[in-house]
Nanobody, 115 residues
Framework: QVQIVESGGGLAQPGGSLRLSCIASGGFAVYDMAWYRQRPGKQRELVARIGTEETTNYADSVKGRFTISRVNAKRQVYLQMNSLNPEDTAVYFC??????????WGQGTQVTVSS
């Protein structure tokens, strides 16, 4: 069964950093991948996307602060998050970037930014 497992979340102070990791089974290298987040009381939103050729796109709210990367040989996607602020508090998920190709969602990883 294809699975996704996210990790690396936790508590960070404003201005701090965290690095999230995701491993996805099944076909990986041929798909664009993405990180999503769901903030309290909000719908899930796309945060960052990385193509098969490693082109990247970011939501305006995280541009310049977050960096997405991937290692195909490990079937892993990463999200380096810097200059965190309380508005980044959310559960973070990874999945394929195309909705029609979504895998079953993993549990996500909680990121809390608070002093």
């Amino acid at each position: 069964q294809v699975q996704i497992v996210e990790s690396g979340g936790g508590l960070a102070q404003p201005g701090g950093s965290l690095r999230l990791s995701c491993i996805a089974s099944g076909g990986f290298a041929v798909y664009d991948m993405a990180w999503y987040r769901q903030r309290p009381g909000k719908q899930r939103e796309l945060v960052a996307r990385i193509g098969t050729e490693e082109t990247t796109n970011y939501a305006d709210s995280v541009k310049g602060r977050f960096t997405i990367s991937r290692v195909n040989a490990k079937r892993q996607v990463y999200l380096q998050m810097n200059s965190l602020n309380p508005e980044d508090t959310a559960v973070y998920f990874c999945n394929r970037a195309s909705e029609s190709r979504w895998l079953n969602w993993g549990q996500g990883t909680q990121v809390t930014v608070s002093s």
